[in-house]
C-alpha cells in the first residue's frame, strides 16, 4: 500500500523552462510534506517543504503547491538548469508518528 | 549537512553470512534512521531510534537489526544476509521529531 506515489518515473526538460514534478497521497493524517533532491552516489538532501495549513511555499527557483482535496503536491522549478538534474523525492509525514514515509521518486533530466 | 558518515560505502558479501552497516554522526542528534532504496519503491524505513538504546521498528523491518549504544553511532546488522537485501541503505538523524531528517552518502550492499 503506497501511501505516497510520484506517478512519473522521469521527467525530460530543456534549460531554461519549468519543471513540474507530481506527488500524490492517500492519508489525510499528513501534516507535513517534504521534497528531497537526490545526486548519484550521495544521499538525499533537503529541498523545500511545506505545511498542511498552507497551499504555496516558495524558495527561489522552486515552489511547492499543495492541494489538500485532492491530495495532490506539485514540485515547480523555474528556471530549469543542467544541475538540477537529479531524482526528487516526495515525501510525508504525520507529526502522530513522526515518520517519513516517501515516494519512489521522479529522475529529472534538464537538457542544456 | 549533520556530519553524517557511514561505513563501508560498498561491500559484496555472500548469502547468509552476518553483515554490520555503521553511521556515525557528530551532530548530537537524537533521532537516527536507516532505510533501503530499491528501484520503484522510494526510500524505505528498516528500523529507527529516538535515543540511546531506544530503538523501534520501521517498515521493512524484517531480517534486520539495529543497536544504539552512543548518541552518535547507530549500527544496523542483517543476522544472515539474503539476496533480498541487496540494496543501497541510507542512515538519516534528525535533531528532533519535527525537524528536517539529514542523510549520510549510503551503503551499497551486493549479497551474492
Known amino acids: 500500500d503506497q501511501q505516497v506515489k510520484q506517478n512519473s518515473p522521469s521527467l525530460s526538460v530543456q534549460e531554461g523552462r519549468i519543471s513540474i514534478l507530481n506527488c500524490d497521497y492517500t492519508?489525510?493524517?499528513?501534516?507535513?510534506f517534504l521534497w528531497y533532491k537526490k545526486y548519484p552516489a550521495e544521499g538525499p538532501t533537503f529541498l523545500i517543504s511545506i505545511s498542511s495549513i498552507k497551499d504555496k511555499n516558495e524558495d527561489g527557483r522552486f515552489t511547492v503547491f499543495l492541494n489538500k482535496s485532492a491530495k495532490h503536491l506539485s514540485l515547480h522549478i523555474v528556471p530549469s538548469q543542467p544541475g538540477d538534474s537529479a531524482v526528487y523525492f516526495c515525501a510525508a509525514l504525520s507529526s502522530n508518528t513522526g515518520k517519513l514515509i516517501f515516494g519512489q521518486g521522479t529522475t529529472l533530466q534538464v537538457k542544456p | 549537512d549533520a556530519g553524517i558518515t557511514q561505513s563501508p560505502r560498498h561491500k559484496v558479501t555472500e548469502t547468509g553470512t552476518p553483515v554490520t552497516l555503521r553511521c556515525h554522526q557528530t551532530?548530537?542528534?537524537?533521532?537516527m534512521y536507516w532505510y533501503r532504496q530499491d528501484p520503484g519503491h522510494g526510500l524505505r524505513l528498516i528500523h529507527y531510534?529516538?535515543?540511546?538504546?531506544?530503538?523501534d521498528k520501521g517498515e521493512v523491518s524484517d531480517g534486520y537489526s539495529v543497536s544504539r549504544s552512543k548518541t552518535e553511532d547507530f549500527l544496523l546488522t542483517l543476522e544472515s544476509a539474503t539476496s533480498s537485501q541487496t540494496s543501497v541503505y541510507f542512515c538519516a538523524t534528525q535533531a528532533g521529531s519535527t525537524d528536517t531528517q539529514y542523510f549520510g552518502p549510503g551503503t551499497r550492499l551486493t549479497v551474492l
Open positions: 492519508n489525510s493524517m499528513f501534516d507535513y
Open positions: 551532530e548530537n542528534h537524537r533521532y
Open positions: 531510534s529516538y535515543g540511546v538504546k531506544d530503538t
